[in-house]
């Protein structure tokens, strides 16, 4: 049995309770070590079998896996945050069922979560937005043209992208000609919850300058949008004048 473990947003005491029991019961694991705190590794039991991923090609991934398999072990996957999201794992999906072994995915907190706790921040603020966008600048990795960086600003919603950093100037620029105003909030969160965790406030059009002043390059998320601003209207439904199921508003 192969188990997908989303290892949280980054500190060891954010994966879930079912992921912790999961790490300590596994034989082998297998963990995406370019992101994924090493700290989670403590929890494995005396003579775990450990392996990184970063290091690994898919082939050799599902080599462990089947030698696992043969033996009567069990594995966990684990990967960084939610594995949903740019975890590269419909594949090993694809190839588990081909070969006849059965898996199961734990789901993690992505770091986008952890992000928005950094920042104390509320993603979805009623009259600024009401829609996160998840995405990532294309670099060697191509985006579909549809999903472009200027295509998704024309929205105004707020944006978190994955795997930007080291694309901050060309990201600027599509943001700017996509329509975000220059003045549009945003931020830069190095390293989500983990104890060396670090937050860049600024704007649009400082954010490429931020990077580069910073030095940040891998681990860091970089959100846009005015839910880092000041103004937005106060919820509806703790408004006194606003009727619910559950409790009648003053208003008449």
Known sequence: MVHFVG???????????????????????????????PALLQYTKAGCEIHNSAEMTLEQVLDVVKRAEAAGKTTVRLHTGDSSIYGAVREQFDQLEALGIAYDVCPGVSSFCGAAAALRAE????????TVIITRAAGRTPVPERESIRSLAAHQATMVLFLSTSLAEKLQEDLLSGGYAPDTPAAVVYRATWPEEKVFRCTVETLAKTVAENGLTKTSLLIVGGCLGDQYERSRLYDPSFTTEFRKGSRT
């Open 7 to 37: 290892a949280g947003s980054g500190a060891a005491d954010l994966i879930t309770v079912r992921g912790a029991r999961l790490l300590e019961e596994a034989d082998v694991v297998i963990y995406a070590g370019s992101l994924v705190n």
């Open 123 to 130: 993603y979805t603020l009623p009259d600024v937005s009401q």
